[in-house]
């Protein structure tokens, strides 16, 4: 990824409250619908698990409790988004997943998250639907391994409704709640840092977990030798 563009992720991330104000300001009504399709992309583009998710609902939940946006209209917009991204990440897995695991390499897709997510799914099964909704990454490839695995459509369907009006409505709820408690207000970038690594440590800490210990690879060294 080149070094700007990396930059100005970054920055959105940081300060994702200014960029949202700014665009409510110079795009109005429109805003429904761009945030329709960044949440309909996170969760529905098995290639975009970089879109910001819990921190975006955080925010537009803050902006609606100061009056910026409209929350009923709002909510019920990304829920649909949520649920068709899902349906759309669904059938992509039905169609293309098998040959991922067939060995065969798919550009942008990243083959580590996918098997992690796998794994997870194995572990969790149908379950899984609703508990990655509130695990970044892991969201964007459990409808895609769903489809995969030939979940059940009415099943899946179910999940996935049950996932993504939780997910939504409780962050959503969170931002309305705290967003304009003065304190949180004046620090809202540090909010949004917290919540990104409080999502992301889960995956960290199966990362560490997953890590071969430099002392059990030593050992099998001297075994094989």
């Not at 459990?142 to 995969?148: E, L, R, W």
């Not at 705290?178 to 992301?200: C, H, K, W």
């Amino acid at each position: 990824m080149d070094v700007g563009i990396a930059v100005y992720l970054v920055d959105i991330f940081i300060n994702l409250d200014q960029h949202l104000v700014a665009i409510i300001a110079n795009y109005g009504i429109w805003i429904y619908l761009i945030l329709f399709l960044v949440i309909f992309c996170e969760t529905g583009l098995v290639v975009t698990p970089f879109l910001p998710g819990d921190s975006l609902l955080f925010i537009v939940g803050a902006l609606a409790a100061s009056g910026e946006i409209n929350m009923l209209a709002m909510a019920a917009s990304l829920m649909i988004a949520a649920v068709l991204g899902n349906m759309v990440n669904y059938q992509i897995g039905h169609y293309i997943g098998p040959r991922v695991f067939s060995g065969t390499k798919i550009r942008f897709l990243n083959q580590e998250h996918l098997m992690r997510t796998h794994d997870f799914y194995e572990k969790h099964g149908g379950k899984t639907i609703v508990i990655a909704r509130f695990l970044p990454i892991i969201r964007t490839f459990a409808p895609f391994v769903a489809g995969i695995g030939r979940m059940n459509y009415l099943r899946f369907f179910a999940f996935n409704m049950v996932g993504s009006v939780a997910w939504v409505s409780l962050f959503l709820w969170a931002g309305w709640t705290f967003g304009n408690i003065p304190v949180v207000e004046r620090n809202l970038s540090l909010i949004v840092l917290g919540i990104i690594a409080i999502t992301l440590l889960p995956a960290f800490i199966t990362f560490l977990k997953q890590r071969p210990r430099p002392g059990l690879r030593r050992q099998g060294c001297k075994a094989e030798s």
